[in-house]
């Protein structure tokens, strides 16, 4: 059957390019590629580690994208990129031509960054880094955890999807510890010095949880070089100190989707260039690489960010298509936190494309002020069950 774009990859950066490119020309035969039939979304699935809301609440199905706005929906994986050709191959054994393909396979593990973690160990030790059965084996370990136990994170080195997710993760699984199990303990060993939204989350932490989260930066020996799958132990490089866990959750550091690496569209970064005008890969003009995948300048990988750059790789095919030049655009991100049920933290910015890149408009955005009375805190709390709602909308509904 003859297309005109073919979309790699249902998450809000495909969902959304298949959707604005219909809707900016319904002319055109969009063929999008998933193999899952529900998508869970990683943003709010720490709010279900944190007994909020439940696996359904975060659950995307791909209906809507079929039946109102009339892009083929095809449920199998692509197993290569044909460039010469111009066509896609699919696990099912079909073959899908295409004149623009738009890339959007998330991010795969680098494996190598904490010896003894892979995918061998990640039905015991969970990354919960792709939501769905990953983030019930870990929801289901925090409840069977005794109280008094020790809940390990491992966050990945930069640049990584959702800077602030492992610490809004460590807020909510401490939120829940606190109901259920208020001896138990939450152990940050990072391989970084910083994170995003610090000093509000710390705050946030003390005025909740005491002393019960811990974050360790790798100079005061948080940088884990090996774990022993089997014992749950965790070895850290100064001196190889020795934790012990009761729930283990390795998040390894990150590079592009799969099917992204092994077309040849990343680069030394492990990451795709892109021109970031239009998202267009570097390597291939009649491919385009959108979300965690690509290198977007100063955007973070998030959700957000990906939905944003699906209508933008839809309007730059579409006036491609049409012979049009592209326009610069500007783009917002936000990235909402809640560090408990009601006391929600942000960091937001406008990105203009200038001189070659995105880059953050000088002024714009910013974090959540610190020291905000309560009421900002659950107005933020009740903004983010907002943005939840729209950017889901938006992308798949
Ligand atoms: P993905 O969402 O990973 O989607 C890629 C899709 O491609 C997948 O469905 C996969 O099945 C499919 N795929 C892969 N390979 C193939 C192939 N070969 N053939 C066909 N399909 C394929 N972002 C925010 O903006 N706000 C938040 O609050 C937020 N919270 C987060 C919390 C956590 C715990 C985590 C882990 C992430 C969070 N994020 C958040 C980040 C966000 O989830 C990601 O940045 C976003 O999902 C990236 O979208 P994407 O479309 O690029 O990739």
Redesign the pocket.
Known sequence: QRTDVVV???????ATAAKYLRRFDPSLRVTL????AT?Y??????WVLGGMIGMDDIAQTYGALQDQHGVRVVQ????AIEADAKRVRLAGGESLPYEKLVV????EFRYDTVEGYGPEVEGDIPH????GEQTRILRDQLRAMEDGGVFVIVPPGNPY??PP?PY??ASLVAHYFKAEKPRSKVLILDRKEGFSKQGLFMDGWRKYYGDMIEWVPASGGGLVDHIDANTREVFTESGFTRHRADVLNVIPSQKA???AQEAGLTDDSGWCPVDQLTFRSRVDEDIYV????SIAGAMP??????NTQGKTAAAAIVREMSGEDMLALSTV?T???LVAPDYGISVAAVYRYQEGEISKVPGSGGLSPADAPDYVRRLEARYAQGWYDS?TDDSWG
Do not use: L, Q
Not at 290 to 293: L, N, Q, V
């Open positions: 790699i990859g249902g998450g809000p950066g495909g590629v998933e193999p899952a998508y979304t990683c943003f709010a699935s720490n199998d994986r692509v197993v959007a396979p998330g991010m919960a880094w792709k939501a999807r959702c997710g809004e993760r989707g799969r099917i959108i979300g965690d995948s990988k998030s959700g957000h960010s990906a991100n990235c909402y936190s950017i």
